[in-house]
């Protein structure tokens, strides 16, 4: 800082007042301004980060903790939006998984405060209910893909907004003219945030149309076990019209067991699915799919960490249909 | 520290000499030890890390610079094994994209400099020749999947055993008894670093059996572009025997074709490709495939990094073949 003072003739508070954008408060003219400037370009000056931090308890750093979304090839894109978005506010990004063990979790986020990160974001692979870890209780922190439970929220939860996904999915089977023969390929599990706010919206859609789910076809969310149960249902005289695939992976399964048994995708069924993976564009028909917005997701739990603050609540972010090919009307027997 | 002392009984050195582990130089009795680690934690005492950097300039950060790599889902991979090393290796990680642009790159590692990391993992999505930004030339860097032309390397590399994997398709496809109308799938670009060497490989290795390779159907590196060059080339009278598929999701391609061809899989034509992403497995017949180990080029980078320092050189991992069902013995015609 000295040496970028002298070289500019300037004082040294004045050349600290310049670098640090201080100059109009101190009614620096604008040709001092510009010697400074250029004095701090020709000797590479960088203000050390560090030092300053430990005065203005700012590090510009944020900290991405997670179960094992950087293991989850799709939730990945989490990470690529929560990066992008902390780069736009001039904010780095740490990144740390804890497998889901609170012990790993205690000593990474204590590992983090001792490097003084200014905030964090607290990210699950699967939408879910969490815990929020005592440390982080007191700090800014958003949720990216889980939430806690309780009334009235202390913190911001980002999710995606599966309830009207699942709205969507039966609304486009019935649109296309379905009324009966439709199916859920999935995980039935009522524990599962995701496939219970989809099939509330599936079954409340249906509903309204005064159309009834034929019923579910059990499986877990893997393309063998999808293949297997549609086989199976299939074998035992299962007659779909449609199916709602709870997954991309799941869909990949389904075709595969359609195939096999001499249905034609979407002439004899049609498949909607949910993910919006790229495996749904890669399918043969395109899976019609309603989107997961990871990207979106990661960048708008950023954005509102370190965005202007507002009140705390959950921010359900909305999952947009992608149609293809694997939806028609159902054929006339 | 004071009040740990204070609370321990024990003077201020030795509360600091226990709590930076040097006890043992220092002869302080066990029975000193235990009181001021338990006044430690019963003040939840926590060393100020960014004020003790300050002395030693060690933060115990290092920084990945990618290209695009967190964008891929599968080589995202290589992220998660670089952050579990790093972790193992009680270090943070920070992780950052340039997009390839070398302006956002000199900034972002000027951030990352700002914030003194000890070091980085330069890395690239495609195992490709790069320039080491000069900012980084005097620094400890391993490169991940990339390398830098010059005979005598000044950085490690780590990257992927392409030619070994061209030389482990062509022998599977020997070893099953293929000897005619095997055909590459795929970008014949030369320019392609890791299509180079492979295909360097499979010359080499089917050239030593005295095979030919019959043909190149040349598609980019996605499954539609696979698709209409594999089924194009069906219509215009191509009657392969094998097929080598550069990724898999170019044998997804090829797979849709050939079914559409009505050629059974692997009955008439045999598909072996590189990646083994989780489609290979997915795929009916399972696919083949030689596995591009984005974990353990992740991994061994930080290991390389934060490990005994070693000659500086390019390690090239091995590409496991994983042995599926898509590979099996020509048909006598």
Redesign the interface.
């Known amino acids: 800082m000295l040496q970028v003072a002298q070289r500019a003739g300037v004082s040294r508070s004045t050349a600290s007042f310049v670098l640090t954008g201080r100059h109009q408060d101190m009614r620096i003219s604008e040709d001092a301004r510009q010697r400074v400037l250029r004095a701090a370009q020709e000797l590479d000056y ?6 300053r ?2 005065r203005t308890k700012v ?1 510009k ?1 944020i900290a991405l903790v997670s179960d094992t979304i ?2 989850d ?2 939730a ?2 989490a ?2 939006g929560s ?2 978005a902390a ?1 736009a506010h001039g904010h ?6 804890t497998d889901g063990d609170p012990v790993v979790e205690q000593r ?1 986020i ?7 990160v200014d905030a964090f974001i607290y990210a699950s692979m699967f939408t879910q209910y969490v815990r929020l870890p005592r440390q982080l209780r007191e700090r800014p922190v958003v949720l990216l893909n889980c939430l806690i439970r309780g009334a009235r929220p202390l913190h911001h939860s980002i999710i995606p907004d599966e309830l009207t996904a699942g709205l969507t999915a039966a609304r486009t089977l019935l649109e296309a003219g379905h009324r009966q023969g439709i199916y859920v390929v999935g995980h039935a599990d009522k524990g599962v945030f995701a496939s219970r706010e989809r099939m509330t919206g599936i079954q409340e859609e249906l509903g309204t149309a005064g159309v009834r789910l034929a019923g579910v076809v059990d499986c877990n969310w893997w ?2 076990s999808a ?1 297997d149960a549609v086989r199976q249902a299939l074998v035992d005289g299962l007659a779909p019209k449609a199916l709602i695939c709870v997954n991309d ?1 799941v869909a ?2 389904a075709y ?1 067991a359609l195939r096999e048994g001499g249905l034609a995708i979407p002439d004899d069924v049609s498949v909607i699915s949910f993910d919006d ?3 749904a ?2 399918l ?1 028909p395109q899976l019609t799919s309603i989107a997961l917005p990871h990207y979106e997701l990661g960048w708008r739990a950023v954005e509102t960490l370190l965005g202007p603050s507002a009140e705390p609540g959950i921010t359900r972010l909305a999952m947009p249909i992608r149609r293809r090919h694997s939806v028609a009307k159902p054929t006339v027997e």
């Open positions: 960088r203000p050390n980060l560090m030092a931090s430990l590090t750093t950087a293991a090839p799709y990945g894109r990470i690529h990066l992008a780069i780095l990004l740490f990144i740390g998984e990474l204590a590992d983090f405060l001792d490097r003084q393309p063998d293949y992976r990949l399964g595969q993976s790229e495996l564009a890669w043969r």
